[in-house]
């Protein structure tokens, strides 16, 4: 369409030219200019389909040519070429480019073919999603559950014996305790943190600044958290049978607040369990920010009336918040804690960077990237896929309950 | 302006004014405001040190804490500069990347999923409800379930490694969610507004261009902005289909790997951070409004 517009610009900016010339052969007056009028805009439109339907035509034949090309040749050598700045700018150019054809073309002929039926126009404009998803989601899904019915090549069918490994080996047992506690702690305590967050600033003075500090980190990614939080952890070796003063000076905050305290500095991501709920923190630290908005939007939902009436009743403070504000809140509080939670789930990122999934630290979605891609034993990141499938699935369908009963109340 | 001073001084404020007149004297607590300004703390003082610490040369980052900077000021660039064009980090190199892996990735699912989400909308056709519920359902599926085969083709196709698989994997991964959003935003335009225009002779692509487009505008914006901080942020779907190449790795990959090979350079890893934050956090604190909205409609991507 981006493309067709200058065309149909020109189009209409030729046909006054023209229709002066038309003008001359019949005789002028105020009665015959208007079937006149009438068949200079049919020429318009004459003109107009013309020229949609040859650059239809010729998307359609580009596209065909460049898809018949890339089945018989592959894709040509320059195309998977991102040397220098130049080359990635304008692959990224070409990549936009011919997705704006394909929209085009689409567009262009569901505009030309008269009376095409509904059910056709619905399927060609549904067709790239359609097949994008069928290639990049059903049939992958599909696969990875049969692939992790295979062995570590993926040529032997071994039956549930992938299962049963990651189920009761004691290496993945740990893994399944970790994951346990990451969802179990990073919601709630991210959801109470949010909300006590919320209540406190809620129409205050300085509301809209204080939100943002908290709310900040959903910006960043996981990478970059990891890396700040790890710069908190930072631990400075203690020297052995140095005095206090002489030792090398800590330069991670915590372990510096440590030592202001009197304490022992310590390597946080080592010791395991503690380790865990380390990483813990950073997940808590991007997701509070979430907890808010989300209950924040709902606090101020509550109906005047309501808190009118507590008021009158005497209630305030804690009791207020307790008795009122959270009952309120209800089912926006159970989407949060379960979309959290579900993020936690398949957050990978922390425990790459921050430990490299060492010092028993690891998670399911973790361990499934470490098997799948580093130990090459695609059976079992498989199925460590899939079993995260199947924690991720119950979570889904309640949190989707629970907004169809936000919406009704609404 | 006579009617003004007529109306009580109570009409003229907002509701949420008097809520806020009503409520005053909910945070006289101190003890109240003190947790406040601890969470707020919390949050912004790891963020701050390491922000700090990106502009203190080398030596002072390794032999004292970010604190000590109040009492003994100096600044530097020189982290910046070494992370930016040192051959051993180019990070400029990945910013590049990153940017041409986004911004793709941010146009192509918007795109498809306007078109489809529009057909669930407004034509009518059979097999709508099912094929609707299909797509949303989808939503469950995480994205680690589709990496292993998704690779293997790319590697049967001989294009692994390059920008065309992060591209297509990102753009297939946000349509469930895109669809799903745009069909809800979509289906709340008036119903007699599109019986209006196609009263007045209009199909299906002037009805999407002129009426569902510019009123899609918001709605476009919150999920653009949410699909470009997903996909700037990512490191799963680069590091899976990317690699870790000069060619086409984003910064993500490359700040982990950092991290992983040097990871006591405070003075490197701190400056690559906020290069690679800056991006995301400019267009989160300008676009703000529309991420809030994208939220609180349910736009949640796990």
Known sequence: MLRARPQLEEARMTTPMSSPGGAVASPPGPVDSQPDEEAGRRAILRRRSLVSGIFTAFGLALIVGAVTYVAVYGFPEWALTSETTVQKLSLMVLAIAIFVMVMTLILGVVERVKGMRPSLIAASFLAPAVIGLAFGLVWPAIDTIRRSLLDRTGREFVGLDNYVTALTQAEFQVVLRNTAIWVITVPIVATIIGLVYAVLVDRTRFEKAAKILVFMPMAISLVGASIIWKFVYDYRPVLEGVPAENQPAQIGLLNQIGVWLGLEPQQFLLGAPANTFYLVVVMVWIQAGFAMTVLSASIKAIPDDIIEAARLDGLGGFKMFRLITVPSIRPALVVVLTTIAMGTLKVFDIVRTMTGGNFDTSVVAFEFYRQSFVQQNKGMGSTLAVILFLLVTPLIVYNVRQMRKTEEIR | ?302
């Open chain 2, 1 to 302: 302006m006579s009617v003004d001073v007529a109306t009580p001084l109570r009409e003229k404020l907002t509701r949420a004014e008097r809520r806020a007149i009503a409520t005053k004297g909910k945070l006289t607590s101190p003890w109240a405001s003190l947790a406040a300004v601890v969470i707020a703390v919390l949050w912004t003082v790891p963020t701050f040190g390491l922000l700090l610490t990106s502009f203190r040369p080398e030596a002072d980052i390794k032999n004292s804490g970010w604190w000590t900077w109040f009492a003994n000021p100096s600044v530097t660039m020189e982290n910046y500069s070494t992370v930016l064009s040192g051959s051993s980090t180019s990070f400029s190199t990945y910013f590049v990347n990153s940017i041409a892996i986004t911004l793709p990735a941010v146009f192509i699912p918007i795109s498809l999923a306007l078109l489809a989400a529009y057909a669930f909308a407004w034509i009518p056709f059979r097999g709508k409800e099912i094929l609707f519920v299909a797509v949303f359902a989808l939503q469950v599926v995480p994205l680690q379930v589709a990496l292993i085969p998704l690779l293997t083709s790319y590697v049967q196709w001989g294009i692994n490694g390059s920008y065309w698989t992060v591209w297509l994997s990102h753009s297939i991964f946000a349509l469930p969610l895109a669809i799903f959003l745009l069909h809800n935003f979509m289906k709340d335009v008036p119903a007699s507004l599109v019986e209006a225009a196609r009263v007045d002779g209009a199909g299906h692509v002037t009805i999407f261009f002129k009426i569902m487009f510019p009123l899609l505008v918001p709605a476009i914006a919150s999920f653009g902005i949410f699909q470009f901080l997903w996909v700037w942020n990512d490191l799963l779907v680069a590091l899976t289909f990317a690699g870790g190449t000069a060619d086409v790795a984003p910064l993500t990959v490359r700040l982990a790997e950092l991290s992983g090979t040097r990871g006591g350079d405070w003075h490197l890893l701190s400056a690559g951070a906020f290069i690679a934050m800056i991006v995301p956090v400019v267009v989160f604190l300008s676009l703000q409004r529309y991420f809030v909205r994208g939220l609180l409609a349910g736009s949640v991507k796990g």
